[in-house]
């Protein structure tokens, strides 16, 4: 549960956050949500695939950082080891929220920022400072605005990127079963990825389509991503050849 509340530099003045990264501030997560825009600086480091939403039936991309849920293989006593964290994962503890107001007698609504009160991150005694001492912002806060509104443009831009893969049908199921060296099996179920021989049966105006929306490349990315399994497999290796 979230206790999230409009952020302000009345009541929050004093509000610090601490940006280490570790699991006991909720960085224990095995995957995470991204976005097209993403892509790029994630395929390098994390494997990315599809997830289906159980409620609502939606599909949205992921980064997978473990084989098992709580498991985070980039998560260790020293911090997050990769050159980039997924914004999903960096904008902890703020949130988008919606501001209704009237102007010239018409009701609009404007994006806000959030805070999750009870978030461990969220404290008075170490961590960045929010608010300048007389009310303005902190550079650091100026920064999550900027993060925060990347993940609104991200979210749209990949609701659009998911619908014009089921369009054309190119997302399909998969099982992946991991053995160990000690011999445990890991069984990934519930994932999606891209249908490779779909793709390369589509025709010439519906690869025109996807390169023109600047989704082609977002697939390539998703495809050229998941060579970063072995990743994970060599550090749970690692891990437990260590224990």
């Known amino acids: 549960m979230t206790n999230a509340v409009l952020l302000n530099n009345v009541d929050h003045r004093a509000l610090r956050v601490v940006t280490e990264r570790s699991a006991a ?19 390098g480091q994390y494997p990315i695939f599809f997830q289906k939403d159980a409620r609502t039936g939606n599909f949205f991309p992921l980064a997978l950082l ?14 997050w080891d990769s050159s ?3 914004l999903a994962i960096r904008r902890e503890p703020f949130l988008i929220g919606r501001q209704h107001h009237v102007e010239d007698g018409v009701q609009k609504s404007r994006r ?3 805070i999750d009160l009870d978030n461990p991150r969220v404290n008075r005694v170490r961590g960045e400072a929010l608010f300048l001492e007389y009310g303005g912002n902190t550079t650091y806060l100026d920064q999550v605005a900027d993060m925060l509104e ?3 443009q991200g979210i749209e831009q990949g609701e659009k990127f998911v619908r014009t893969l089921q369009v054309h049908g190119l997302l399909e199921p998969f099982t992946l079963e991991v053995t ?3 011999g445990e099996t890991n069984q990934l179920k519930g994932f999606y990825t891209i249908n490779e021989e779909r793709l390369k049966g589509l025709d010439a105006g519906d690869l025109q389509e996807l390169h023109e929306a600047g989704f ?3 697939i390539y990315m998703v495809m050229a991503s998941q060579s970063q399994m072995r990743r994970l497999i060599d550090e749970k290796n690692r891990r437990l050849a260590a224990h």
């Open 25 to 43: 501030l909720g960085d224990d997560q095995w995957f995470a949500l991204t976005f097209p825009l993403e892509f790029r600086a994630l395929q």
């Open 216 to 218: 082609l490349e977002a």
């Open 112 to 114: 806000v920022i959030h």
């Open 66 to 79: 473990g084989l098992q849920p709580g498991e985070n293989l980039f998560l260790n006593e020293h911090g």
């Open 150 to 152: 990347a993940v609104h």
């Open 180 to 182: 160990l060296n000690n």
């Open 84 to 86: 980039y964290i997924p």
